[in-house]
């Protein structure tokens, strides 16, 4: 898959699920829809197929990929779930919530999907198109995020095209997605658990689930997100502001209107599925240098705090 060569443009339709089953069968990568963000899938069995995940990106080779699955049976499959693990599947799948969870023996991942580590970090989406595509196919899916590393998530697939056409064999044309932001990720420790990336899923309904017993990740990297410098515009970022310095593209929020706003209403849900947008305009806007008005950290607003912060890195 390296090199430059002709990215097909699929549909979310029958034909569309059908064409995209096929290329991903055959070791082929496909951008595809979730609730989140859109993601560069290939088979996760197939390491020559992953490999081409990392030469698309120019992904570092130490960072793990999601695997995503159809359900809770098929994620049984690859890892050892305990009984808090099936209650936050009952909870939560489909939908946000990425689990780090002990990897199977024999469970047939390419080791380049988890870094080698003994863990594996997987996910049911709730979009129905990656719905549709895992059920066709009958794969398990490495996806991490459709853009080259480092750079600003894809909620569009204009967004993924914009540095993956040509690299990568199709993109499937599933609209914009609905959260915006990546999902929630949590390792559950032999006693505790840890929050390791968070996203739409807040810390509070993890511990609704799991109870208060949260402990603090470890220093190395363990699933996606993790790095200090990521989801970078190309330019400096500042956060925090009240209005626009001199040379400064402004994402504004609420009462703060900016250059474009993450939500006018300050809605913090319309403002998670705006960020990359926003981000997107702001990068490619005249303007040499970014600014951010104040998000609160309730809720989901801190999902969005450490997105901005890694993109200030």
């Not at 810390?203 to 993790?226: H, K, N, R």
């Amino acid at each position: 898959m390296g090199g430059k060569r002709a990215t097909e443009w699929l549909q979310a339709d029958a034909a569309g699920v059908e064409r995209a089953s096929e290329l991903l069968r055959a070791g082929g990568l496909v951008a595809l829809p979730t609730e989140t963000v859109y993601g560069l899938a290939a088979r996760a069995d197939d390491a020559d197929a992953v490999a081409g995940i990392y030469r698309a990106k120019g992904r570092p080779d130490f960072n793990p990929l999601i695997v995503h699955v159809a359900d809770t049976g098929s994620g049984e499959r690859l890892a050892r779930f305990d009984d808090r693990a099936r209650k936050l599947a009952d909870r939560f799948w489909p939908g946000p919530l990425t689990m780090v969870l002990p990897l199977r023996e024999n469970a047939g991942i390419a080791p380049a999907v988890t870094a080698g580590l003994a863990t594996i970090a997987l996910r049911v989406p709730g979009h129905p198109v990656m719905q549709a595509v895992l059920r066709r196919s009958g794969l398990a899916l490495a996806a991490p995020s459709a853009n080259r590393s480092g750079l600003i998530s894809p909620t569009a697939p204009q967004h993924v095209a914009a540095t993956l056409d040509g690299r990568i064999a199709a993109i499937m044309n599933g609209g914009p997605c609905a959260s915006g932001i990546e999902s929630t990720i949590l390792a559950l420790r032999n006693k505790g658990w840890s929050l390791l990336r968070p996203g739409p899923i807040s810390a509070e309904s993890l511990t609704d689930v799991l109870g208060s017993d949260m402990v603090e990740a470890s220093e190395g990297i363990e699933a996606p997100g993790q790095m200090t410098s990521h989801y970078a515009p190309g330019k400096p970022l500042r956060l925090n502001a009240q209005a626009a310095g001199e040379n400064e593209f402004l994402i504004g929020f609420g009462e703060i209107p900016g250059d474009c706003s993450l939500s006018a209403t300050g809605d913090m849900a319309e403002a998670a599925a705006r960020l990359y947008e926003c981000l997107h305009v702001a990068a490619a806007a005249a303007q040499p240098s970014i600014a951010v008005a104040p998000i609160p950290f309730s809720g989901v607003g801190a999902a969005i705090n450490d997105r901005l912060r890694r993109a200030a890195a």
